[in-house]
């Protein structure tokens, strides 16, 4: 790849990291919003929903270069799907309480993130 | 199924719109292949057979079917029923990847995130080792 395909490519990167950076906010509504309802009424559903979409942002945090993101929702899943795999029983106050752990832990990661660089790095593949 | 040997043409399967944006800047772009993305399952299994893939490329969760329903239905098509298929997922257990290596056609699972840089060289390795084995 020359040195001109690779800037432009660069700069598209860096560009749909800006959209990604812009829809973050809204995405974490979402997740919230997913969260006190679940917390509201437990159901499989509402928790198979939030388990969704911490799943969906733990594979684009990386890809869009923010890792902590992708790992902080990485980590909110894979304790709903435990809780998923009990037959989801309401969780105790302790496990709530774990929950919103998480939750606050991404929301806080997720503001903090200010993108400096456009996420892809080289065409060695050492990027995302 | 396109029967010429050289991979082209992907349906690509992903509800999120910003992966969909890499995904294709990194398959179109880089890879120089071409890709028509579906954001939903459905969506796939109704434009499937006018396009005629070479590829399936398939998120694993989504919501309303999800990667492995769509491969289960895209299966029942003529078009599709023995297109190479690749999973591409953020799940990480080693029983979820052998899981969907078993699934009828899958010739690859692609963790995410990806990188764009290599994420057609990933592809076109997965598609000409299923010809080479085919």
Redesign the interface.
């Given at each position: 790849m020359d040195n001109t395909l690779s800037a432009e490519l660069q700069q598209r990167l860096a560009e749909l990291q800006a959209i990604f950076h812009a829809q973050l906010p809204g995405r974490i509504n979402d997740i919230n919003n997913a969260w006190q309802a679940l917390s509201r009424e437990w159901s499989a559903e509402q928790l198979n929903k939030l388990q969704r979409m911490s799943h969906s942002l733990a594979g684009s945090g990386g890809t869009f270069g923010c890792h902590q993101i992708g790992q902080a929702a990485r980590n909110l899943e894979q304790s709903l799907k435990a809780l998923a795999a009990q037959n989801n029983p309401p969780p105790d106050s302790e496990i709530r309480q774990r929950l919103q752990s998480l939750i606050d832990t991404l929301v806080v990661t997720a503001a903090q993130w200010n993108p400096q660089q456009p996420p892809i790095i080289n065409s060695e593949g050492s990027g995302a | 199924m396109s029967t010429q040997n050289k991979l082209k043409k992907i349906l690509y399967v992903e509800?999120?719109s910003?992966?969909q944006?890499?995904a294709k800047?990194a398959l179109e772009?880089?890879g120089g292949l071409q890709v028509m993305i579906c954001s939903s399952g459905q969506e796939a299994i109704g434009a499937a057979a006018d396009f005629a893939p070479d590829l399936l490329l398939l998120d694993v969760?989504?919501?309303g079917l999800d990667g492995p329903s769509t491969l289960q239905q895209l299966r029942q098509l003529s078009a599709t029923a023995e297109t190479p298929a690749i999973f591409?997922?953020?799940?990480?257990q080693p029983q979820e990847i052998a899981e969907l290596q078993q699934l009828p056609g899958t010739v690859g699972v692609i963790a995410?995130?990806?990188?764009?840089?290599?994420l057609a060289k990933q592809l076109h390795q997965a598609w000409n080792e299923s010809r080479r084995s085919s």
């Open positions: - | 509800d999120d910003c992966i944006l890499v800047l772009d880089v969760m989504m919501p591409m997922t953020a799940k990480v995410k995130p990806f990188d764009p840089m290599t």
